[in-house]
């Protein structure tokens, strides 16, 4: 499951020929159900996403798709924003509920499951979540409480983490050429590009001194003040590129968005199938590169990681040069909206800062390794990219 969620706002740009809604981010509290076991839970991870759901909301939830009430549910171990539980038939079929914490909007459900539908129209080497009918023929239903609550199909496999990473290279490009062919003229993007950093979350609405005071005052931030100070510094730094490469006119297309490894399912050394849509933006193309490549950069020995990585993404997914040039930075970008987005959470009281503040180490940790290896990774990339347009040549 996904394990950043960039939050819901609006935004002018077209999808393919659409733009954006206002979608409100909200709280939901939810109890542990007493007829569930409890999920085990890492005491050092940090505390973050809603697993479990009350059990009416939950039944209701089951009731639009299912008609028995013979049906036994199980916490998952992932997510940030929405309830996710394993549902399992009298006669053995599983399945994945998933009770959006959609903020009582359901834009950003049915712009989800537009994509997914039209990604399932293409040809594809693995299988994207694929939404069971309910029993009215929809493949998301609205609950009494405002959520918006779908079944899913299991998807076979393990997350890949680093395993077979030039296999899940060429998926991710697999995946970023299908994407730049779907079209959604109908429907706003709720999600801001990476690119407008300060509106990845409501609490902090696009105002930069917003995050930069909280950083600066909130006392609980000094338990890792040297990272936490360092990634601001590189944040000042990366607004003043922003406006430069913002001249540049990147390429942009619907991205995933989030499409890292442990978004990514394997059987043995093959990509079976992508999970986690719902947080696709209409944004810079070479993101879904470099959100993949944000995590590999926080492995022990990255730069072999992320050559096999952009051998198999080069298969499917071309850069031009500007894209290729423009990768570390949108790798860091990537890692200071985590920052910014789960200061955000904090201050709107969704999370405790230690789901931040557990991390800014790490976090830090992966912006000084793409600071001081730069140009072995555009050459990395650059190579990769020339060698796959001469074979095709």
């Not at 839970?41 to 299912?66: C, I, M, W």
């Not at 013979?70 to 996710?84: M, R």
């Not at 590189?234 to 913002?246: D, G, M, N, P, S």
């Not at 080069?314 to 920052?339: C, K, M, W, Y």
């Given at each position: 499951m996904a394990l950043l969620a960039r939050s819901v706002r609006s935004h002018s740009r077209p999808v393919g020929a659409g733009s954006r809604p206002v979608v409100a981010a909200r709280k939901c509290v939810v109890a542990l159900s007493s007829s569930a076991p409890a999920t085990t839970v890492n005491p050092s991870a940090p505390k973050t996403g809603q697993h479990t759901v009350e059990d009416s909301l939950r039944d209701e939830a089951l009731s639009y798709f299912f008609n028995s009430s013979d049906l036994k549910t199980t916490p998952t171990t992932g997510g940030v924003n929405n309830v996710v539980q394993y549902v399992e038939t009298s006669n053995g079929e599983r399945y994945i509920l998933r009770i959006y914490n959609n903020g009582n909007k359901s834009e950003k459900v049915r712009f989800e499951h537009e994509i997914l539908r039209q990604l399932a129209q293409q040809q594809l080497s693995f299988q994207v979540p694929r939404a069971l009918s309910?029993?009215?023929?929809?493949?998301?239903?609205?609950?009494?409480?405002?959520?918006?609550?779908?079944?899913?199909?299991?998807?076979?496999?393990?997350?890949?983490?680093?395993?077979?990473?030039?296999?899940?290279?060429?998926?991710?490009?697999?995946?970023?050429?299908?994407?730049?062919?779907?079209?959604?003229?109908?429907?706003?993007?709720?999600?801001?590009?990476?690119?407008?950093?300060?509106?990845?979350?409501?609490?902090?609405?696009?105002?930069?001194?917003?995050?930069?005071?909280?950083?600066?005052?909130?006392?609980?931030?000094?338990?890792?003040?040297?990272?936490?100070?360092?990634?601001?510094?590189?944040?000042?730094?990366?607004?003043?590129?922003?406006?430069?490469?913002?001249?540049?006119?990147?390429?942009?297309?619907?991205?995933?968005?989030?499409?890292?490894?442990?978004?990514?399912?394997?059987?043995?050394?093959?990509?079976?199938?992508?999970?986690?849509?719902?947080?696709?933006?209409?944004?810079?193309?070479?993101?879904?590169?470099?959100?993949?490549?944000?995590?590999?950069?926080?492995?022990?020995?990255?730069?072999?990681?992320?050559?096999?990585?952009?051998?198999?993404?080069?298969?499917?997914?071309?850069?031009?040069?500007?894209?290729?040039?423009?990768?570390?930075?949108?790798?860091?970008?990537?890692?200071f909206s985590n920052a910014v987005y789960f200061t955000g959470r904090a201050i709107a009281g969704e999370d405790s800062l230690e789901s931040l503040t557990s991390r800014a180490g790490s976090y830090a940790k992966r912006v000084r390794w793409v600071n001081a290896n730069r140009g072995a990774l555009v050459a990395v990339i650059r190579e990769k990219m020339a060698t796959l347009v001469e074979a095709r040549a």
């Amino acid at each position: 499951m996904a394990l950043l969620a960039r939050s819901v706002r609006s935004h002018s740009r077209p999808v393919g020929a659409g733009s954006r809604p206002v979608v409100a981010a909200r709280k939901c509290v939810v109890a542990l159900s007493s007829s569930a076991p409890a999920t085990t839970v890492n005491p050092s991870a940090p505390k973050t996403g809603q697993h479990t759901v009350e059990d009416s909301l939950r039944d209701e939830a089951l009731s639009y798709f299912f008609n028995s009430s013979d049906l036994k549910t199980t916490p998952t171990t992932g997510g940030v924003n929405n309830v996710v539980q394993y549902v399992e038939t009298s006669n053995g079929e599983r399945y994945i509920l998933r009770i959006y914490n959609n903020g009582n909007k359901s834009e950003k459900v049915r712009f989800e499951h537009e994509i997914l539908r039209q990604l399932a129209q293409q040809q594809l080497s693995f299988q994207v979540p694929r939404a069971l009918s309910s029993k009215a023929g929809r493949p998301h239903e609205l609950l009494s409480n405002g959520a918006e609550a779908c079944i899913f199909h299991i998807i076979p496999g393990t997350l890949a983490k680093t395993t077979s990473p030039e296999e899940v290279g060429r998926a991710t490009g697999e995946l970023c050429s299908a994407m730049g062919k779907v079209r959604i003229d109908n429907m706003k993007a709720p999600i801001p590009p990476y690119f407008e950093l300060f509106k990845v979350h409501h609490a902090i609405g696009g105002d930069a001194d917003v995050f930069y005071r909280e950083v600066a005052n909130n006392p609980d931030f000094n338990v890792c003040r040297e990272a936490i100070d360092f990634l601001v510094s590189e944040i000042r730094k990366i607004e003043e590129k922003l406006a430069i490469y913002l001249q540049q006119d990147l390429p942009m297309q619907l991205i995933h968005g989030d499409l890292h490894y442990d978004n990514v399912m394997v059987v043995e050394d093959t990509v079976s199938g992508l999970l986690d849509f719902e947080f696709c933006a209409y944004d810079w193309r070479a993101m879904e590169l470099a959100v993949a490549l944000s995590k590999y950069v926080g492995e022990d020995d990255p730069l072999p990681l992320c050559e096999r990585f952009v051998s198999g993404f080069a298969q499917h997914g071309q850069l031009t040069d500007a894209e290729i040039a423009a990768i570390p930075d949108l790798v860091n970008l990537r890692i200071f909206s985590n920052a910014v987005y789960f200061t955000g959470r904090a201050i709107a009281g969704e999370d405790s800062l230690e789901s931040l503040t557990s991390r800014a180490g790490s976090y830090a940790k992966r912006v000084r390794w793409v600071n001081a290896n730069r140009g072995a990774l555009v050459a990395v990339i650059r190579e990769k990219m020339a060698t796959l347009v001469e074979a095709r040549a």
